[in-house]
């Protein structure tokens, strides 16, 4: 049984970092890509960052790039999200995604299992 969970959210004031991470199970993680969507509410699930089997291949959504950091330990099938100079527009619940391939990218039909999330919320 596939089992992301995320961690590592929590509530930081305007220009914190957090990191999130994501512990994955049940999957051969080093052959697939993982990706980091976010939803804030009222909101559709927008595509914050991907990151390629190996690491050589990084895509991020334009309002995070610079600021947001994708990354992964293959040996601890865990997947990170650094983010710095958070800002209010940044709130929101995030998730991790394993890919279909080992590529990544932003759209939502690129990944088969999600996990259930982690609250970021960033006070003004």
């Known amino acids: 049984q596939v089992q992301l969970v995320e961690s590592g959210g929590g509530l930081v004031q305007t220009g914190g970092s957090l990191r999130l991470s994501c512990a994955a199970s049940?999957?051969?993680?080093?052959?697939?890509?993982m990706g980091w969507f976010r939803q804030a509410p009222g909101k559709e699930r927008q595509f914050v960052a991907s990151?390629?089997?190996?690491?050589?291949?990084?895509y991020y959504e334009d309002s995070v790039k610079g600021r947001f950091s994708a990354s992964r330990d293959n040996a601890k099938n865990t997947a990170y999200l650094q983010m710095h100079s958070l800002k209010p527009e940044d709130t929101a619940v995030y998730y991790c995604?394993?890919?279909?391939?080992?590529?990544?990218?932003?759209?939502?039909?690129?990944?088969?299992?999600w996990g259930q999330g982690t609250q970021v919320t960033v006070s003004s």
């Open positions: 995604a394993a890919g279909r391939d080992s590529y990544g990218g932003r759209r939502d039909e690129l990944y088969d299992h």
């Open positions: 049940g999957l051969s993680f080093g052959a697939l890509a």
């Open positions: 990151v390629s089997r190996l690491g050589s291949y990084l």
